[in-house]
């Protein structure tokens, strides 16, 4: 875990058993062709140790963290900064922040709270395939 902290990449940790939130991080690893993100579950014991580090309270981090340096972001602003990330037509999603953040952390929010009742819930965290497994932390 360390080497993958220290590597410098911005790590992206989500909510391991949301449908929603796997979802997301699968299509991240589809689109992130030039490898530059790294990934935790939030459910993970090194990822909630990691956290301590940024955040106090911890307990309101439950869907998509992401972590660049010593910076943390969370809620529609870390979707923002990855799509950001990803390049191409994904960087056009950035255009959202021209929508008040009190607005779009609201519909985040909102979605956040009822995630598992739209979209689902497994009842274990997704597992990384060998294939991709070196990509998490």
């Not at 301590?52 to 998509?64: A, D, F, P, V």
């Not at 979707?79 to 390049?87: D, F, K, Q, S």
């Not at 922040?97 to 739209?118: A, C, Q, T």
Request: charged letters at 25%.
């Amino acid at each position: 875990m360390a080497e993958q902290i220290s590597s410098g990449r911005p790590i992206i940790l989500f909510d391991g058993m949301c449908v929603l939130c796997s979802g997301f991080i699968r299509c991240v690893l589809k689109l992130d062709k030039k490898d530059i993100f790294r990934f935790g579950l939030l459910q993970s014991e090194n990822v909630r140790q990691l956290l301590q580090r940024y955040e106090s309270n911890i307990s309101r981090l439950t869907t998509i963290v992401l972590l660049e340096g010593e910076r943390i972001t969370v809620e529609s602003d870390a979707v923002l900064r990855i799509a950001r990330n990803l390049g191409g037509a994904w960087s056009l999603i950035c255009l959202f922040i021209i929508i008040p953040k009190f607005l779009r952390d609201g519909v985040y929010r909102i979605i956040s709270k009822h995630r598992y009742r739209l979209f689902g819930k497994r009842d274990v965290c997704m597992i990384p395939s060998p294939e991709i497994l070196d990509k998490f932390i």
